[in-house]
């Protein structure tokens, strides 16, 4: 099951089915809003490998949790407890969903 | 009346009759150092600027002062009011021949014009011929007095008037309000705007905040002459440098030339930019809005709360409706420290100083020629008025770590052969 955390203070952890919750680290809060956790884009001309992480913001959902942005924390897309994909938060975008724009 | 956009109607030196290359003719504003301008086939007369002056202090030929003139406030041939140098001697025209002094007065008052506010509206109303009133900058003029922020500078191109007035404002960490009641306003840390409008669930928002937006570690390049800075000054914040990375920016202030406004300019950005900033882009708000005036933001999509200055505006006359950017920091503001002094890479008499602490002590090193780096050995250095200390074989000389505080400083110097200099240094931890 696929689940995304950013690491900073304090960890946040996502996920979209809760069959991921096994994996998560139990000590921290699990947010139940994650919608996509992106894919994998490069190519030779453009900048450098990211993905977007989308996460539900309908009713504030992410924004209650952003007030302190995480640009520049690390970021993991884990499938149970491997990691899948990881870079650096370049920008977040609290639309509706929310956007979470990784640069590896 | 010229548009904002078009270039400034600066007069050219074939205005005179007789000149000898035809160029613009100067404005100058504060304390303000550029090149004269031949003004008559002698070569005895040069002229300083296209108004009258409040000063002409100091003369250079070749970067040496010289003694050998005069200067007096007079009018040109088409009548209009000039300042001019009287040398004794013929100055020949291939030399660099630049003078010092204080510039344009208003006026009205006939107080030289040093507040930023009067430089912008003197550009917009008097040069530009825009109907601007004082009136129009009196926040900005009342936000200057209170931060003691002074300006100094030079029109020597015909850059636009928009450009000249926001290259101002910026200059001293302001912002230019081209369609508001008040035309400029100090941002960040300035007065408190009161709110136009609040933003909150009636309208779209999109807070979006990105690391390339986060600046710990500024650079401000300040004193002007000719185009080029002769200082610049540096700032970093400690603790957004652990969290995100040592992320460089450098400004240019050419309407700054004092190392105090520097610093305040460098860090009042840095408290806003070295931290995390929300840019929220606010639409669907019923209210004609513009740059400079402020919002309350009470908005779902953002947990922060406050009043904000309007960065930008887009008014849609059909619908009646504005959209807005705001900046919104996140935390708190982090603590900021001078990093590097100021040091002037081409002070009068071609100078050098530069600081390093060693133990309890601050060694300071003077040297001349950029290239070469020839220490100025023997000279007699004063710090602050204190007692002089010779230079060493190296140029250096040193004083206690508690006489050379965090800040900024007088450094007079008399060389081996009597020149003598007082410069500004500033000094960090």
């Known amino acids: 099951m696929i689940w995304v955390r950013i690491h900073g203070s304090p960890l946040r952890q996502f996920y979209a089915d809760p069959r991921a919750r096994p994996s998560m680290d139990q000590e921290f809060p699990q947010h139940d809003i994650l919608i996509s956790a992106g894919n994998l884009a490069s190519t030779t001309t453009d900048e450098g490998p990211n993905f977007t992480v989308t996460l539900k913001n309908t009713s504030g959902e992410s924004s209650r949790l952003f007030s302190l942005p995480p640009p520049g924390a690390f970021l993991e897309v884990l499938d149970d407890a491997t990691v899948i994909g990881a870079g650096t938060v370049r920008s977040v975008e609290l639309g509706d969903p929310c956007a979470i724009v990784v640069q590896g | ?429």
């Not at chain 2, 708190?332 to 420290?337: C, G, R, Y």
Request: charged share 20%; aromatic share 6%; glycine share 8%.
């Open chain 2, 1 to 429: 009346m010229s548009l904002l956009s078009e270039p400034l109607p600066l007069r050219k030196t074939t205005v005179w009759g007789a000149f000898a290359a035809a160029g613009f003719i100067a404005h100058r504003y504060g304390v303000a150092t550029g090149a004269l301008v031949q003004y008559d086939a002698t070569r005895t007369l040069w002229c300083w600027g296209d108004h009258a002056s409040f000063s002409v202090d100091e003369v250079k030929v070749e970067g040496v002062a010289v003694s050998d003139w005069t200067w007096r406030n007079d009018v040109d041939p088409s009548g209009h009011p000039v300042t001019l140098v009287q040398f004794g001697q013929p100055q020949d025209p291939a030399t660099a021949i630049v003078a010092t002094g204080r510039g344009k007065m208003h006026p009205a008052t006939g107080i030289v014009m040093e507040n930023p506010a009067d430089i912008a509206w003197d550009i917009l109303a008097n040069i530009a011929g825009r109907p601007v009133t004082e009136a129009q900058f009196s926040e900005f003029r009342t936000d200057c007095d209170r931060l003691d922020i002074i300006s100094g500078g030079s029109i020597e191109d015909d850059a636009s008037a928009l450009t000249r007035v926001r290259q101002v404002c910026s200059s001293v960490g302001g912002i230019f309000c081209g369609e508001g009641a008040q035309l400029g306003r100090i941002w960040p840390e300035g007065a408190a705007v009161l709110p136009s409008v609040t933003v909150d669930y009636r309208h779209d928002m999109t807070p979006k905040a990105d690391l390339s937006d986060i600046v710990n570690d500024l650079t401000i390049e300040f004193a002007f002459i000719g185009g080029q800075a002769q200082q610049s000054i540096r700032y970093e914040c400690a603790d957004s440098i652990a969290a995100y990375g040592r992320r460089t920016a450098s400004i240019s202030a050419p309407w700054v030339n004092d190392g105090r406004v520097a610093a305040d300019v460098a860090s009042r950005l840095l408290r806003l930019r070295a931290r995390p900033q929300w840019v929220c882009a606010a639409s669907g708000i019923r209210k004609r809005l513009s740059v400079g005036q402020a919002v309350t933001l009470n908005h779902p999509r953002l947990a922060i709360t406050g009043d904000f200055v309007i960065q930008s505006a887009q008014n849609d006359f059909d619908t009646g409706l504005a959209a807005v950017t705001i900046v919104v920091p996140a935390g708190d503001a982090p603590a900021v420290t001078l990093a590097q002094q100021s040091l002037a890479f081409a002070p009068p008499e071609g100078q050098f100083v530069g600081v390093q602490t060693v133990g309890d002590e601050r060694v300071l090193r003077l040297w001349s020629n950029a290239e070469t780096q020839t220490p100025i050995v023997n000279a007699a250095v004063s710090l602050d008025g204190s007692a002089p200390r010779l230079t060493n074989g190296a140029g250096e000389v040193r004083f206690p770590i508690a006489m050379v505080t965090p800040g900024q400083h007088t450094l007079d110097v008399v060389t081996q052969n009597g020149n003598t200099s007082s410069t500004t240094i500033l000094v960090g931890q």
